[in-house]
């Protein structure tokens, strides 16, 4: 019998850093980039809202990758897209410090693990976590499974500033939980160009052709990074935050029901690519207020991925824990939560261009217009800089926007592996 509890929530983060420490951390950011596209296009073949960190997701696969062995290991490491063990760990120590040192930007990211009482970790993998991963260690009482579930809850709690509550269920945690490894990341950032307040006003945002919701409309006039793609047949719009590393990627459909044929046409897309093609020109703005939580259960997605063995009495995690029991992971959950509003937000999306008598009195037939007022997809992304030059991207957060409700500017974001 295979003993299971494993729990962890990741993001990240990527700046400025050289050498070897470039080059490890540039391998791990493109591993994070091939999944991204990997699992947004499984999760986006269910209906309504989608939002999730991918980041978070491979930063918790990449930490159990430390201690597994056999086919477990490759299949960590081929579908995560990851080079050896300890260049995995040397490139997230990089991309981890830099998280927590970002300027302008309130970013924070925290891994635990809690292990068992009576037990204890691997030398090896206890080294790794904490100097890598730069995760604290605790002891827990998983019998005792209130308590426990409680105090897993509010350490995720304290570090999402009390956004992202109840990861963890008591029914989660038993006597054969033996690890459960925890991240958290909190980030809000505000806009580079903020949205006038009073020019915010209740409008239609489309969920087909036929219907609509009411919701809080912004709007602003300002220099933004611009594309149209015939490909897509779409727009795309990046707007930056006060810490021009980190932005959002609006992709919005030229059509009030070509959300699910632009998916498609992303499938086959490096979305770290879809911005290289931007100009800098003045755009007129309109975009919705909202507030969007997801709870997503990953073990049916990351066994599509071909990450099944982990969950499988086959698994092989040798390198957890002290002791030759047999581990595997039982649960992989992700919470997520963001907010956007006309100060700033956490992750974003584009929809659709409408009509210009909507943007009142201020329209320029030479402004193209960006009215995202149906579905549309959205990307958090950070740019890493070398000497001035860009070295990759990174996708911290990433959605499919299909309803809208009012909101404010803020994201956090959790992820549960149990094993």
């Known amino acids: ?9 990741v993001s990240f983060f990527v700046c400025t850093m050289a050498g070897n420490d470039l080059l ?28 999730f960190s991918p980041i978070s997701a491979h930063a918790v696969l990449s930490m159990i990758y430390q201690g597994a062995s056999g086919a477990t290991a490759e299949a960590l490491r081929k579908n995560l897209y990851l080079p050896e063990v300890k260049a995995t760990a040397t490139g997230y120590k990089n991309i981890m410090t830099e998280l927590n040192s970002v300027e302008n930007v309130t970013l924070h990211i925290a891994n635990k693990v809690y292990i068992a009482n009576k037990y204890q970790l691997n030398d090896n993998f206890k ?4 100097k890598d991963y730069l995760a604290e260690a605790q002891p827990l009482d998983f019998k005792q499974s209130v308590v426990a579930a409680k105090e897993i809850n509010t350490w995720v709690e304290n570090k999402t500033n009390n956004k992202i509550k109840d990861l963890i269920q008591p029914d989660d945690l038993d006597e054969l939980t033996r690890l459960v490894l925890v991240n958290a990341i909190y980030f809000k950032g505000n806009w580079l160009h903020q949205f006038p307040v009073e020019h915010t006003r209740k409008e239609k945002f ?27 047949d779409a727009k795309i719009l990046r707007m930056r935050y006060t810490n021009k590393d980190v932005s959002m990627v609006i992709v919005l459909p030229n059509s009030k ?90 992750a ?14 201020s329209e320029d037939p030479e402004f193209p217009i960006f009215f995202v007022n149906r ?36 994201h956090q974001h959790v992820e549960l592996f149990k094993f």
Request: charged residues 25%; glycine residues 4%; proline residues 2%.
């Open 1 to 9: 019998m295979k003993i299971s509890c494993f729990l962890l929530v």
């Open 24 to 51: 490890t951390a540039t391998e791990v950011s493109n591993g994070n980039t091939k999944f991204t596209s990997n699992l947004y296009q499984i999760l986006a073949k269910e209906p309504g809202n989608v939002f």
């Open 127 to 130: 080294l790794t976590a904490t």
């Open 206 to 232: 489309y969920l087909n052709d036929k219907d609509s919701v009411l919701c809080d409309m912004m709007h602003l006039t300002d220099h933004f990074e611009y594309a149209e793609d015939t490909e897509l």
């Open 257 to 346: 029901t070509g959300i699910f044929a632009l998916e498609q046409k992303l499938a086959n897309k490096d979305l770290t690519t879809l911005t290289s093609q931007l100009v800098s020109r003045e755009v007129i703005v309109s975009l919705p207020k909202f507030k969007i939580e997801t709870t997503i259960d990953l073990k049916d997605s990351l066994e599509k991925l071909g990450m099944g063995v982990i969950f499988s009495d086959a698994a092989e995690f040798p390198n957890l824990i002290k002791g030759d029991e047999p581990l595997k992971v039982s649960k992989a959950i992700q919470k997520a939560f963001i907010e956007v509003n006309e100060q700033g937000a956490e």
């Open 348 to 361: 974003a999306a584009a929809t659709v261009l409408e009509i210009v008598d909507r943007i009142s009195g």
């Open 375 to 410: 579905p549309f997809v959205i990307a958090i992304e950070t740019t890493s800089t070398h000497h001035n030059k860009t070295i990759h991207k990174e996708t911290l957060f990433i959605g499919r926007i299909q309803k809208v409700e009012a909101a404010h500017a803020k």
